[in-house]
Structure formats: C-alpha cells, structure tokens
C-alpha cells in the first residue's frame, strides 16, 4: 500500500469519526430536548391536576356553606311555625266565639235597664268575666278605645262626628269591642270618631 493510499484511509476514517461524533451529539441533544419537553409537560399536567383539585375543593366549601346556611334557615322557620301555631292555633276559634261574647255583653246591658233583672245581670256579668279571662289565659286580649286617639290600625271607624267636647281624632264611642290574639290584631274595635275642626 502507498502513502497516499494510506493518508486518503485516515482521512476517511476521521471523517466517518466527525460524523460519527456528530450524529452522538445530535442524539444526545435531541434527547435533551426530549427529555425537558416531556419534564415540561409533566409540570404542567401537574399544574394542571392541583388548580383542578383546588377548584374542586373551593366548590365542595361552597356547597358546605350553602347547605349549612339552608339548614339554618330551615330550622329557623320551623322553629317560628311551630310558635306561631302554639300561639294562634286557636284563632279560629276564639273568632267564632266572638258572637257569644258579644250577646252577653248586650244581655247586661238590657238587663241593667230592666228593672228587677239586676241579680240576672250581675249573673251574667260574672259569667262573662270568667268566659273572658279564660280566654285572657289564652293571649286574648280586648280593644276598648273608649276616649283614646283613634289608632287606624286596632280601629275601624264606622262614623265620623263633629264635637266639641272631645279631642278632635279621638274615640267617642265604642260600637263593637276589638280583639288581639298574643298582639295579632283579629277583630278591630268598631269605633265612632271625633272630628277634626278645620281651621
């Protein structure tokens, strides 16, 4: 073999190594890369599952709180239902009582102005007063606004009337007696009021 043959070998041989060497760098490289891309998404999948896991635990408190907070306010109103029902449960019937209390009121009246009638008067007077505070005992109490400032709220006015010696807007006379049921108005007290004098 010749020297130039053997110097056309070498070069070839270190040709073939740079190429050699070359493409190892290339692989390692694109390895590399490989390797930070798929590190990279890994991050972000990581990232990506926490946000997830956070959101879904910030809505499950939501809910806690929702459902904590209708419970309240579930147990609130039934708490209040249930009073209400102890304290007007009988309204219906101490309104259909009202008539009752009304005749004996007008049956002392009438025997008042009989004359011989007082002990049946003073009968049913007592009667009435036993009636009434049984049904005191039972949060009834009565609208008598005989004299006070006409109140539209407890009062219905069935007349108004000129006179001079009451307070103007005042109660002069009581029709019909009113009712409040532990402080629910349930029967207005039927009124006659006194004008107001214009100026």
């Known amino acids: 073999m ?6 056309s070998d ?36 990581e990232e990506d599952q926490k946000s997830a896991e956070v959101l879904e635990i910030a809505n499950l408190k939501d809910q806690l709180l929702r459902s904590a907070a209708e419970f309240e306010n579930l147990k609130r109103r039934t708490v209040r239902d249930v009073e209400n029902a102890h304290k007007f449960g009988t309204e219906k019937l ?4 009202f008539p009752v209390i009304d005749s004996l009121e007008k049956a002392i009246e009438t025997a008042q102005d009989v004359e011989g009638a007082e002990a049946i ?3 049913v007077e007592l009667s009435l007063k036993l009636f009434m505070d049984s049904l005191s005992r ?3 109490s009565t609208v008598d606004p005989l004299g006070m400032p006409f109140d539209p709220s407890l009062h219905e006015a069935l ?11 005042s109660v002069m006379e009581v029709i019909q ?19 107001e004098e214009k100026s």
Do not use: W, Y
């Not at 010749?2 to 110097?7: F, H, P």
């Not at 041989?13 to 490989?34: P, R, T, W």
């Not at 007349?159 to 807007?169: D, K, M, T």
């Open 10 to 45: 070498d070069q070839d041989i270190e040709s073939d190594g740079d190429e050699s060497l070359e493409s190892a760098e290339e692989l390692v490289g694109d390895s590399e890369d490989s390797f930070v891309e798929e590190s990279n998404e890994e991050d972000f999948q």
């Open 121 to 123: 008067a003073e009968g």
């Open 159 to 169: 007349a108004v009337v000129p006179n001079e010696n009451a307070e103007p807007n």
């Open 94 to 97: 101490i309104s259909d009582l």
């Open 177 to 195: 007696k009113g009712f409040t049921l532990n402080e629910r108005l349930v029967r207005a007290a039927k009124v006659v009021v006194v004008k």
């Open 2 to 7: 010749s020297v130039a043959g053997s110097e």
């Open 138 to 140: 039972n949060g009834l």
